[in-house]
């Protein structure tokens, strides 16, 4: 999976993505660069944006593709369209629904009279006739940066967009591809739900990209022998190819990066990585 900032080329997808729950097109255009998108392996499987007037926002467009929801997308979406928001200076936040107050309300939101709308978003056409009368006004006050916090997202993201951009350069076709072909090479053999435990995805998302390494000669299925209900998966001698390539693809790009870090703070980055690696880990195993 990966959030993104939305292209022009998006625009199709995207206006598919909000006809599907009948959400307004009028002014999405207008605001698409603070407009983002999550995609895998090319697809458009959600997006959302804000229109921008500092120190409010007004979120809209939030959609994600039917056949991908509950699956923790909108939610990633959302807390990237936060961010943004944050990055833009605004402390407050606030939507218009006729659907999804349910929703929003889970997210931190509180229902407020329309009345109680900044002016300043009386510029978008969402507030013009665009939404209906009818439409729930909320309201969300955005927590100040914490700056460990943000600075970890911002780490996060460009590693993983790194990751993406190598791994593309290797031949792979995902990121959630890699991380099972990953996941098989220190194992030697795992099932579908090892992967599941281990990597914390959809199961059936997984089974998908499974199937598709199976259908690359990647991987192969064996019978496990005590359980009817599933089977071993392990990599091929094509599989192992690929994972020394990808390897050693991912290994290049970390030896470039340090070169932009003198020699003598190498040792220090490693220390503090292998220190936040046990607080991760440790938070993960708690989820």
């Not at 229902?111 to 978003?121: K, V």
């Not at 194992?187 to 997984?206: N, P, S």
Request: with cysteine.
């Amino acid at each position: 999976m990966v959030i993104r900032p939305v292209t022009p080329q998006d625009w199709p997808e995207i206006e598919h993505l909000l006809r599907e729950p009948q959400l307004p097109l009028q002014g999405a255009r207008d605001h698409l660069s603070t407009f983002v998108v999550v995609t895998e392996d090319e697809s458009l499987l959600a997006v959302g944006g804000l229109e921008v007037y500092p120190p409010v926002a007004l979120l809209r467009s939030v959609a994600v593709a039917p056949e991908h929801q509950g699956k923790g997308w909108g939610k990633a979406l959302f807390n990237r369209l936060v961010e943004l928001a944050r990055t833009h200076n605004c402390s407050d936040l606030y939507l218009l629904t006729t659907t999804a107050a349910g929703y929003f309300s889970r997210q931190g939101f509180q229902t407020i009279p329309r009345s109680e709308l900044p002016a300043a978003l009386s510029a978008s056409q969402e507030l013009q006739g665009a939404c209906p009368d009818s439409a729930l006004a909320m309201h969300l006050k955005l927590t100040p940066h914490f700056p460990a916090a943000d600075l970890l997202r911002q780490v996060t993201r460009l590693h993983h967009q790194l990751q993406q951009q190598t791994i593309s350069c290797a031949g792979s076709e995902s990121l959630t591809r890699c991380h099972v072909i990953s996941e098989l090479g220190k194992a030697g053999r795992l099932t579908l739900m090892d992967l599941v435990a281990r990597l914390k995805l959809d199961k059936a998302w997984l089974s998908r990209n499974v199937d598709g390494l199976l259908r690359d000669g990647k991987v192969v299925k064996t019978r496990h022998p005590t359980d009817r209900r599933a089977s071993w998966i392990e990599l091929t001698a094509a599989g192992n190819q690929h994972l020394q390539q990808l390897n050693s693809a991912l290994d290049a790009q970390t030896a470039r990066v340090l070169q932009h870090i003198p020699e003598e703070q190498h040792q220090a980055i490693f220390e503090a990585l292998s220190t936040l690696h046990v607080a991760l880990h440790t938070e993960f195993q708690k989820g």
